[in-house]
């Protein structure tokens, strides 16, 4: 019986920990989870790639990294295996949006995939800004599967210090 109890605790603790990871997991990158739809298919017929892509992972983490500037706003995003004409990159309200094509490059026709976790098809990540920015002058470069986009901040919405008066305006 001692034995049945002390897997029980085994396992109460396997499965926290299980939990907790889970957790901790979500809250870090919740955001960064981006689900890729692939391409419709052309009827019935498909080539070894496109079964590929069809039994690919249809959800991959595109992380990023936002960094609040004195006059603006960097966006760094990992996104690799694309080339940079296929972004579509956005400002709408306050959260930039980055949408795009990841295609499954083939350069092998022999063998068949033993594990295939890369996910394909077409995203949208949307990274939500800490401060109101300008489209105008907004840079972006992509090198070596990173996407940097520049924003500037509009001068309208920057943060003031608001001096404190005592009550009769002093």
Not at 109 to 118: A, I, K, V
Request: aromatic content about 6%; glycine content about 8%.
């Amino acid at each position: 019986m001692e034995r049945l109890n002390t897997l029980r605790r085994e396992l109460g603790h396997a499965w926290q920990s299980v939990a907790d990871g889970w957790n901790h997991l979500r809250e870090r990158a919740g955001t960064a989870l981006t689900r890729f739809q692939p391409r419709a298919q052309r009827g019935e017929v498909q080539t070894r790639a496109e079964q590929a892509v069809a039994d690919a992972a249809r959800w991959g983490l595109l992380t990023a990294e936002v960094r609040d500037e004195d006059d603006r706003v960097r966006v760094r995003m990992e996104i690799p295996g694309m080339d940079k004409d296929d972004f579509d990159i956005s400002v709408q309200g306050d959260r930039l949006v980055v949408r795009g094509e990841k295609r499954a490059r083939r350069e092998q026709q022999s063998g068949r995939y033993y594990l295939m976790e890369c996910a394909y098809g077409s995203f949208e990540r949307v990274v939500p800004l800490p401060a109101a920015v300008l489209e105008e002058g907004a840079r972006a470069r992509y090198q070596r599967g990173v996407l940097e986009v520049t924003l500037a901040k509009n001068p309208l919405a920057r943060r003031r210090n608001i001096t404190i008066t005592t009550g009769n305006g002093k």
